[in-house]
């Protein structure tokens, strides 16, 4: 794509110079494509209340790859960082696969480090718990989204639910939580095991939401029709959810059999996760469904 953009411009250059260009206007279709394969720009926000130096952000791209401790290594990397007596965590995403590239690039999606920063003001806002965000970075190259980075608090007192996945008690306060969130219009896309933090203090379940950059926000409670989503993630264990369930609808009087959908909408998502392990391996769905072009 970027190979055919240059040559269309180029191809004009005699009568479509930089000036003319911007002088006719961003709805020029030349204009557009001139943007999308000269520019090389970042954007960079920075939280001014947060603990770090001010060009930490700015400096992500020289830092993050000989500093701080990896914590996760896939797809995405996570490091963690000592600034100024406190710990900082710093998630890199990958160059995203062409198509999605293209479709952040047009601004037809919004990129995860942003999206996952300003979920993070919204959900404090609406009173619930996830890292404190302090900033993110985007990178592009060529007029197309290149890596990005999202900047937090990094929350060394909590851990994973799966961690504690057959605790009772855990199982009833994450139900409790759970009927709050979707009071308050809150729903995580990917409310897993491993995106749901906790911390027992003073005798009572404390929660955090992390990996939030896929996330809804409601004026009112959280529709029923795609409650039942929700309610199928975060316990592997069939027997752990189904008492996840049957304590969600108790506290919020639900009528009907919920454990039974619930379960059944588990297993279909499961049965569409394997469909979709399968479709990479064809040639050609790399393009939409795909790994990274680079990490």
Request: aromatic share 12%; net charge positive.
């Amino acid at each position: 794509m970027q190979t055919f953009l240059h040559r269309f411009i180029r191809g004009q250059h005699k009568y479509y110079n930089k000036n003319r260009l911007s002088a006719q206007g961003e709805g020029n279709l030349r204009y557009i494509c001139y943007n999308i394969c000269m520019k090389s720009t970042s954007e960079n926000v920075q939280n001014p209340q947060a603990p770090l130096s001010e060009d930490f952000v700015v400096n992500l791209p020289k830092t993050f790859p000989n500093s701080g401790e990896i914590i996760h290594n896939a797809r995405n990397q996570i490091r963690v960082f000592d600034v100024n007596d406190h710990k900082i965590n710093v998630k890199k995403f990958c160059i995203p696969p062409i198509v999605n590239r293209i479709l952040y690039s047009l601004g037809w999606r919004t990129p995860k480090a942003v999206a996952t920063y300003r979920n993070a003001l919204e959900i404090l806002k609406r009173g619930f718990h996830t890292p404190a965000p302090y900033g993110y970075r985007i990178e592009r190259k060529g007029g197309l989204i290149d890596f990005s980075y999202f900047v937090s608090a990094q929350e060394s007192d909590m851990r994973p639910v799966s961690q504690a996945a057959n605790d009772p008690a855990l199982i009833n306060a994450l139900a409790q939580y759970t009927a709050d969130m979707h009071a308050k219009g809150l729903w995580h896309k990917d409310f897993t095991p491993g995106n749901i933090l906790f911390r027992v203090k003073d005798g009572k379940h404390e929660f955090s939401l992390i990996d939030i950059n896929r996330f809804r926000f409601f004026d009112g409670p959280v529709p029923a029709t795609i409650v039942r989503r929700n309610l199928a993630q975060p316990f592997y264990d069939d027997k752990n959810l189904s008492a996840f369930v049957e304590e969600y609808a108790r506290i919020t009087n639900w009528h009907g059999n919920l454990v039974h959908k619930v379960l059944r909408k588990k297993h279909l998502r499961n049965a569409y996760d394997n469909l979709k392990y399968n479709l990479k391996k064809l040639p050609l769905v790399d393009l939409f469904l795909g790994k990274p072009l680079k990490k």
